[in-house]
């Protein structure tokens, strides 16, 4: 299994330019999280889905942000508008079930100038 | 809101040293994960310990859940230059949690550098 993948691994974009994330989650696994790290606030949780419906979307800073998943193997995450403040390294994750060990991509750091 | 709070927050340690990390919440978790992370990468589980009172060893790893099922420790014995990284604890919220049903929630974490 490749594990999950994300994509782009680095996206530097200029303020107010739309930006997309993207994610494919380990197959068979029924729940995948978007979450955020920074050195102030650590690993956040932005929104998560089970069987591609949104659970939980508590976490997404603003309207700004959006997540969708279409099929159980894609997910995307979208900025738009982007400002400087969004600049973080944004992880994809996937689990087979409730309360079971995350699987986490290797980030796409983005930076927004 | 349950919060996980990570003890020290920095470690720097020589070779062979001991060490332990603590993950304190005031809340109850269902189990509680522990996760490495390099730099560059996603974090990447260790373990998990779902029973209060429960210890697992992985190598020179070990660790213990507390009874009450709300703390946590890590202990590393003669650490390695390996063993350099960011190291997550992560509590699963209980079923009565709602939509937080099985979401973690991260501690801030515990920087470890190993010298040589």
């Known amino acids: 299994d490749a594990g999950v993948i994300q994509s782009p691994r680095h996206e530097v974009t200029e303020m107010g330019q739309e930006v997309t994330l993207r994610c494919k989650p380990i197959?068979?696994?029924?729940?995948l999280f978007w979450y955020r790290q920074t050195m102030m606030r650590g690993l956040e949780l932005l929104i998560y889905f089970n069987n591609n419906v949104p659970i939980d979307d508590s976490g997404m800073p603003e309207d700004r942000f959006s997540a969708k998943m279409p099929n159980a193997s894609f997910s995307t995450l979208k900025i738009q508008p982007s400002e400087p403040r969004d600049s973080a390294v944004y992880f994809c994750?996937?689990?087979?079930?409730?309360?079971?060990?995350?699987?986490f991509g290797s980030g796409t750091r983005l930076t927004v100038v | 809101t349950q919060l996980l709070e990570q003890s020290p927050q920095f470690l720097s340690i020589q070779e062979g040293e001991n060490l332990t990390v603590y993950c304190n919440s005031s809340s109850v978790f269902s189990s509680l994960q522990w996760y490495r992370q390099e730099p560059g990468e996603g974090p990447v589980l260790l373990v998990t310990?779902?029973?209060?009172?429960e210890v697992k060893k992985l190598k020179r790893l070990t660790f213990q859940f507390g009874d009450a099922r709300k703390d946590s420790s890590l202990h590393i014995t003669a650490a390695q230059p390996g063993d350099t990284g960011l190291y997550l604890c992560?509590?699963?919220?209980?079923?009565?949690?709602?939509?937080?049903?099985?979401?973690?929630?991260f501690g801030q974490g515990t920087i470890l550098t190993v010298h040589p």
């Open positions: 197959s068979g696994h029924d729940y």
């Open positions: 310990v779902v029973t209060g009172g």
């Open positions: 994750a996937s689990s087979p079930h409730r309360g079971a060990g995350y699987t």
């Open positions: 992560a509590g699963a919220h209980p079923r009565a949690g709602g939509t937080s049903y099985g979401k973690l929630t």
